[in-house]
């Protein structure tokens, strides 16, 4: 594949831009440091120049404070230049095209194996949330659980190339916004027997009813404000599994084990970090 080459909008690795990511660290910062008071731990589980995929389960709505949070402290540890690449659902760049854009300046990606192959094959290391709007929109009531949808995409790329796991975690951003339930079944009925249309013709596979700002009491999977609660991050131990390669990733038993132990540690993880800031 010719990284240069743009098939179509979030398929080049040539967007991001040290520079901007750079202009954007003030505001980063402020955020970081007053707004959320970020308190975080582990980074020293990232190794200095090894590729890594980061897996993390983010929270909050599109806002995902505590996926910023988690983007600037590595820029401000590791600097600008160290490349690294956020897989994004392609659905952004037809939702939002303006915005897209912005982040595909910071390192944003379409979700899609071929472009994390692109960048591991840069030396590159990625971040994926493989819970996507599933996880970012589940129900206040599961703010403390792992939540990643069933999706193995994310197995099966580290299995192929050969990379560790390093999770992330948070506590705090899911009470930036209060989820109250999610909606999707009644709304698409609508939809199918109504003829009721999706926001940009997107069927977004969820419709949140959720509290927080700057709605009040917002519907669908609208952006918000995240509200100034306190973040807590961990970077975890890395996930080194028993066997990688192109047979690894096609043994489905094998990629459900490694789903599971991934899941499991990681909200072992979180359960620890729920305990320690309680």
Known sequence: MNDKVIFRPGWSLEKRDPKFIESLMPFLEWLYRYYFRVKTDGWHHVPEKEKLLLVGSHNGGTACPDMGMMMYDWFRRFGTDRLAYGLMHPYAWKGNPGLAQIYEKTGAIEAHPKMARAAFKKGASILVYPGGQYDMFRPHSLRDRIYFAGSKGFIKLALREEVPIIPLISVGAHDTLIILGDYYQQVKQLNRDWGIPWLFDIDPGIFPIYLGLPWGLGI?????????????????????????????????????????????????????LIRETA
């Open 220 to 272: 669908g999977p609208l952006p918000n404000i995240p509200l100034p609660v306190q973040i807590h991050t961990r970077v975890c131990p890395p996930i080194v599994f028993d066997r990688y390669g192109r047979e690894a990733a096609k043994d489905r038993d094998y990629v459900d084990a490694c789903y599971q132990l991934v899941c499991t540690q990681m909200q072992q993880q979180l359960d620890r």
